[in-house]
């Protein structure tokens, strides 16, 4: 399978990852998520992970036109450009319009379709046209290297053209961008929390943010295990979510458990008292009746006090223990250990994600000062040839 092949595959799984539910009752986490493919599915990604091939129109045409697959929203993006690419290959504008103005314009794909719609205007001639959308998808996507790319192109085209007030703001604007994101890619280095949340959100970004591109690199990476990571996070949530709802149905048993026994308590506390009193009672006759054994009121006092004893010690056997009853007990134990095993679930999911975030920032952060470079030297230029 081809790389494009993998890449949009992967894009699948993320994108066509279910809802967040409320997980079962047992709190079982659920099953690994699979994506299935119809037959032409299959088919146009085989299309798309070749080389582009015209006798492949009529396939790419007849997928947005018949499929009903619940992939189509994805596939179909990726169909219109593949023939919007070979018709502007091909000098045919029109149609390669056509097909990016269908092109969703919150998918992944949108990117891609703004920068070759710039392209067909440019193919016809209408630079103003072409530079205009190029500033366009940079204000639009400024979290997308390729759009901020387009900023530069721009400027090379004023630059070319010796228009150099024009190009000057769209340089300054394409460094400005760069050093944004530059930033921002730090900040999610510092803080990865906030691309977790990203990542466990059930529909995968557009582009339009630096976190949006970074976590859609990742998906595309196969290697990196982030979509595997992702379904552990969404499961571990859920089982997490469960839990609380059972820890707050345990902590009522706890509580109502709890009360009874408070009920008693004052109850427990007195005939406690009372016990302590008539065992020293007891003691204190005791003493008496060893010096003086013929004392017969004596024994009637130490036998009453001893049946008394037995009456409390009744008692308070009735009243019952303090501590929780055997199956609450379990209960909590079985919390805890799940709570637990849970939370390290979620943490081993953490690291395989905060991995493939160090793999991914250096790539990126390359093709950011690239970026810069070039918006540099393009800007070092136009000044050169105003002196």
Known sequence: MRAITLAICCLLGALLTPALQAAPADCQAEGAFTVHLSSLDQQLLTILGAGANNGDTPDLIRYNERTDSINKPILGNYARLRLAAMALRDGDTEFARQQLSQVEQRSPAAVDAALLLAESYRLDGDRQRARDWFVRIAARFPGNPRAISGLVLAGDD????????????????????????????????????????????????????????????????????????????INANNVRKCLRQQEKSLHNAIHH??????????????????????????????????????????????????????????????????????????????MQENQQRVEQEMEAARRQVRQALQAQLPELQRFYRNLAGEAQLGKAQLLQARG
């Not at 006092?301 to 009853?325: C, E, F, V, Y």
């Open 257 to 334: 458990a709890t009360a009874r026994d408070l009920s008693n308590s004052a109850f427990r506390t007195s005939a406690k008292m009372e016990k302590r009193a008539t065992r020293q009672e007891i003691a204190d006759l005791e003493r008496v009746l060893h010096n003086a054994p013929d004392a017969q009121d004596l024994q009637a006092r130490l036998n009453d006090a001893r049946d008394r004893l037995q009456r409390i010690n009744a008692r308070l056997d009735k009243l019952g223990s303090t501590a929780l009853p055997a199956e609450l007990e379990k209960r909590k134990r079985e």
């Open 158 to 233: 004023w630059r070319n053209q010796g228009a150099m007030e024009q190009a000057l703001p769209v340089y300054n604007l394409a460094l400005n961008k760069v050093a944004e994101n530059m930033k921002a890619l730090q900040t999610l280095a510092d803080d990865p929390d906030r691309l977790y949340r990203s990542l466990t959100n059930s529909v995968a970004g557009n582009s339009t943010t630096v976190m949006d591109q970074l976590v859609l690199a990742m998906v595309r990476d196969h290697d990196s295990g982030v979509l595997d990571a992702t379904r552990k996070l």
